[in-house]
């Protein structure tokens, strides 16, 4: 099943404040999400404005095909996590304002640390949006599961694993920039603890072709380079190619991840 975001408005536009803090808590408290978008009876796009259209489309295709959810209320500073079965019903206000709403089949609240951590990676330009970066870990988390493998870890977490590892293992210091973000080249850039420079990719790929391409352009950068990849059976002809990377198996990290407990369960989102 398909993970979702749900970014429920922060800003009310056709009532106030307060009026809009009571909506989401009673949303919130009931294991609902919804849309607004014009008050009109009905979920046929064809009825609201241009811009209003792709998002009752979206809610209506949450609605038909089910999925895992994440639902953000910014008023009130909440979130529940969930899972909504194919054909959920949606049920729409009499009076105003007339929201559009589906009840979640199994929901849970989550603690202010969860959802911190949560906002982080999520969607921040829509109402609502399937999350494909969050990969298995908003599933896992609502099934009550921890990640088993390096797999199932989505790409931002797996860069924060590698920075810590280099930390620990390979004495990285400082970092120079955000880990990932949009750096063209790097998901890792920083210093050593003897002033040195560290630079690292991080990649999930089996290719042989993106492997050698990613190396290439590390190979490029001065100071201690670093290749976090898969043990595949081209990594040791990539490896002769470019001596001076340090090749790095994900596997021996997410070893070193279940040794660091505490680590472990703060990255896992296990609460």
Not at 105 to 134: C, D, F, H, N, Y
């Amino acid at each position: 099943m398909v993970s979702w975001f749900i970014q429920h408005w922060p800003k009310p536009t056709d009532w106030d404040r307060e009026e809009n803090a009571r909506l989401q808590n009673q949303l919130c408290e009931k294991g609902e999400i919804a849309v607004h978008y014009q008050d009109i009876e009905s979920t046929d796009p064809k009825f609201y404005n241009k811009h209003s259209q792709k998002y009752i489309r979206k809610f209506v295709e949450l609605a038909n095909e089910g999925g895992y959810v994440c639902a953000n209320y910014p008023p009130i500073k909440a979130m529940i996590i969930g899972k909504m079965k194919p054909k959920s019903k949606i049920s729409i206000d009499q009076g105003l304002p007339i929201l559009k709403r589906i009840k979640l089949s199994q929901w849970s609240p989550v603690s202010k640390e969860m959802r911190a951590l949560l906002l982080v990676g999520a969607p921040t330009r829509a109402t609502i949006s399937k999350w494909k970066i969050i990969g298995k870990s908003l599933e896992q988390l609502v099934n009550k599961k921890r990640c088993m493998d390096w797999g199932s870890l989505n790409p931002s977490k797996q860069e924060i694993v590698c920075q810590e590892y280099l930390r620990a293992k390979y004495g990285l210091r400082y970092l120079l920039a955000r880990v990932g973000g949009s750096m063209e080249d790097l998901d890792i850039i920083g210093i050593s603890r003897n002033g040195s420079p560290i630079a690292a990719q991080v990649t999930f790929t089996p290719s042989k072709s993106k492997l050698d391409k990613k190396a290439k352009v590390l190979n490029a950068y001065k100071g201690e380079l670093f290749f976090f990849s898969p043990d595949t059976e081209c990594i040791s002809l990539i490896k002769k190619k470019y001596p001076r990377l340090h090749f790095i198996s994900t596997k021996s990290v997410w070893q070193w991840l279940e040794s660091k407990p505490v680590f472990a369960k703060a990255i896992l989102m296990t609460e």
